[in-house]
């Protein structure tokens, strides 16, 4: 390979969207193989998970990438989405609250992390670590699970609000303990 080819404008922009390609690809890979799982591990009568992988996924994503590049990973990450979604015959109105609850979750969380943490990593001291318990395990969860759970119910998802959300709550902050510090570290 000529030591020139590099120094081109064209060439650095290939070699750039290659790069930020590559990771952006495997979130949405991991994104569809963790809703496949999630899938599995189902509450029994409900379509409610006892893990919800996807949006621990996506969250890590977020957490490791500029806040600049979250679009690209929120993006790359609706067709897997829509895939799985469909597999279960989900109308389009569950898809969308599904959606929005995942990124919401995944979106509040990183940013609550990031905000109070500085920037830092999250897991490089033990005032990280709490931020991250007390941001992305509980905060983000109870928040946006209390909008999911009631469009779970008003799209008819869901029969009982209570149930809805108690466990997403507790799948998602399960998920995010299990799955987000491994994929960081």
Same mark, same amino acid.
């Given at each position: 390979?000529?030591?020139?080819? *590099?120094?081109?404008r064209a060439a650095r922009s290939v070699?750039?969207?290659?790069?930020?390609?590559?990771?952006?690809?495997?979130?949405c890979l991991g994104y569809y193989a963790g809703a496949l799982?999630?899938?599995?591990?189902? *509450?029994p009568g409900s379509h409610l998970s006892l893990v919800w992988p996807p949006t621990a996924i996506l969250l890590?994503?977020?957490?490791?990438?500029?806040?600049?590049?979250?679009?690209?990973?929120l993006v790359a990450v609706i067709p897997a989405h829509v895939l799985v979604?469909?597999?279960?015959?989900?109308?389009a109105w569950g898809i969308i609250s599904h959606l929005l609850g995942n990124f919401g979750q995944a979106v509040l969380a990183a940013y609550s992390v990031r905000h109070f943490n500085?920037?830092?990593p999250p897991f490089d001291s033990f005032r990280a670590v709490v931020i991250f318990m007390f941001g992305a395990v509980i905060f983000a969860p109870v928040v946006v699970s209390s909008m999911a759970a009631y469009l779970y119910v008003l799209s008819g998802w869901e029969q009982s609000y209570g149930y809805a959300w108690g466990a997403r709550v507790l799948s998602n902050a399960l998920s995010t303990l299990m799955i987000v510090p491994?994929?960081?570290l």
């Open positions: 390979i000529p030591k020139d080819l *590099f120094k081109s070699v750039g969207l290659v790069c930020l390609a590559q990771p952006v690809l495997l979130v799982i999630g899938k599995a591990l189902r *509450f890590a994503a977020l957490l490791m990438s500029p806040p600049r590049k979250w679009w690209l990973y979604q469909l597999q279960d015959s989900v109308p500085k920037g830092a491994p994929i960081i």
